[in-house]
C-alpha cells in the first residue's frame, strides 16, 4: 500500500510561480514511475508530466513543456513539480500517481494516486 499526499497548491497571478510536492510512503518509492496530473472542473484529467525510475527519464505534456520541470528525490520519498510563467488555464487540482514498481520507464500505468492540491492561477 503507498500513500500519496499532495502540497503547496495555492493561488497566485499569472506569470508567476509554485512548486507542488507530493510525498509518498513505502519502503518501494525508488522502484516507481511518478506522475503529476491536473483536473479542471468539468474537464477530463489530463497528463502534465511523468518522472521514471530509472534515471532520465522525464516526460511532460506539451501544454506545460518549458514552464514546467519535474523532479524527485528519492531519500525523500518525494518527487517535485515547479511550475514556472503559470497561465489561467493552468488552473486546476493536481495529484501525483505511482506506478507498479519496476515498470517500464516509459509506462505510464500507476495503481496509487493522491488526493490533489488546488492551484489557482489569476489573471
Known amino acids: 500500500q503507498v500513500q500519496l499526499v499532495e502540497s503547496g497548491g495555492g493561488v497566485v497571478q499569472a506569470g508567476g510561480s509554485l512548486r507542488l510536492s507530493c510525498a509518498a510512503s513505502?519502503?518501494?518509492?525508488?522502484?516507481?514511475?511518478m506522475g503529476w496530473f491536473r483536473q479542471a472542473p468539468g474537464k477530463e484529467r489530463e497528463f502534465v508530466g511523468h518522472?521514471?525510475?530509472?534515471?532520465?527519464?522525464?516526460y511532460y505534456a506539451d501544454s506545460v513543456t518549458g514552464r514546467f520541470t519535474i523532479s524527485r528525490d528519492n531519500a525523500k520519498n518525494t518527487i517535485y513539480l515547479q511550475m514556472d510563467s503559470l497561465k489561467p488555464e493552468d488552473t486546476a487540482i493536481y495529484l501525483c500517481a505511482a506506478s507498479p514498481p519496476l515498470s517500464p520507464s516509459t509506462s505510464r500505468r500507476y495503481d496509487y494516486w493522491g488526493q490533489g492540491t488546488q492551484v489557482t492561477v489569476s489573471s
Open positions: 513505502g519502503s518501494t518509492f525508488s522502484t516507481r514511475n
Open positions: 518522472v521514471s525510475w530509472r534515471a532520465g527519464g522525464i
